[in-house]
């Protein structure tokens, strides 16, 4: 008697316990997920390269409102960076930092939340290229900057400068969508230098030129005022729509910094919104044109 009343007992618990009854087989319990699902596939993408130094790379720490990720905004990992589950010359969605494992954030991250606003039912690539440092010369076609050791160009495998480096991943990008305009912040590396524009002009030409981009948009940003650089190089800008076509300069006026030459977070916010509404503007009026 007392052997059965302790085989009924223990029946009751395993109900309790598992939801089944005497008999029954026992409920499956779902495993969890062992790997981040892959992203599905998309074509067609409105590809953007973001090209320059470190304010396009990006210095202030990115803060919850930031990090906010859409799905149709997409990065072409810069690196390989296990914490953020991104593979180098892989796409994934683009949250901060977009250059690198460890940047900030930079224009680019508000551009493309622009871009997306935008064009609703685009999905927007954004190609980072962005190098902290370097001088112009690192990105022109066949040349080699003074400057060369300082930089690494990731993976930095067989890159004598960064042109090719750009080419390369540019094309990769180019067989998921097409680039519709080249975003551009460089220049406190040659503050002040007037040969500086010709070199720009050289090389957006180059550019346009070898990804048979034609005359796609070209969008230019100001250094920051009260600054290192903003005061004697931001003159110089006033030019490139002159020399470039397809080209607007994307004022920092009214940006705050973080030191003497970095904009700090809400700057750069802001500036990567302005790098947005240009760029939508030289789109549109292309698409009017055609």
Not at 30 to 54: R, W
Not at 77 to 97: D, F, H, Q, V
Not at 237 to 242: A, C
Request: charged share 20%.
């Amino acid at each position: 008697m007392r052997t059965q009343w302790i085989s009924g007992l223990l029946a009751i618990i395993t109900v309790a316990c598992i939801g089944t009854t005497p008999g029954q087989q026992s409920p499956t319990v779902a495993a969890a997920p062992s790997a981040k699902p892959a992203l599905p596939e998309v074509s067609n993408m409105m590809i953007f390269l973001l090209i320059g130094q470190s304010n396009m790379v990006g210095a202030p720490k990115p803060e919850a409102q930031d990090e906010t990720e859409n799905p149709r905004v997409r990065v072409l990992a810069y690196a390989t960076c296990p914490k953020l589950g991104r593979s180098y010359n892989e796409w994934a969605i683009a949250r901060p930092p977009l250059h690198d494992c460890s940047g900030g954030l930079g224009p680019g991250d508000y551009f493309g939340r622009a871009l997306a606003e935008a064009y609703p039912n685009a999905t927007v690539g954004l190609v980072p290229l962005g190098i902290s440092g370097v001088d112009i010369d690192f990105f022109e076609k066949g040349v080699v900057s003074k400057r060369r050791r300082e930089f690494r160009i990731p993976p930095d495998n067989h890159w004598t400068g960064a042109y090719d480096w750009v080419i390369e991943r540019a094309r990769l990008a180019q067989k998921v969508g097409k680039i519709q305009g080249i975003v551009f912040h460089q220049g406190e590396s040659d503050t002040g230098k007037a040969e500086w524009v010709g070199k720009v002009k050289t090389l957006v030409t180059d550019l346009r030129r070898d990804l048979n981009l034609g005359e796609v948009p070209f969008v230019a940003g100001e250094l920051l005022y009260g600054g290192c650089c903003g005061k004697s190089h931001n003159p110089l800008l006033v030019d490139l729509p002159q020399l470039i076509s397809n080209t607007k300069v994307v004022s920092a006026n009214g940006l705050a910094g973080q030191d003497s030459a970095h904009f700090d977070l809400a700057g750069q916010r802001e500036l990567g919104a302005r790098y947005g509404a240009a760029m939508i503007e030289l789109l549109q009026a292309g698409a009017q044109a055609q």
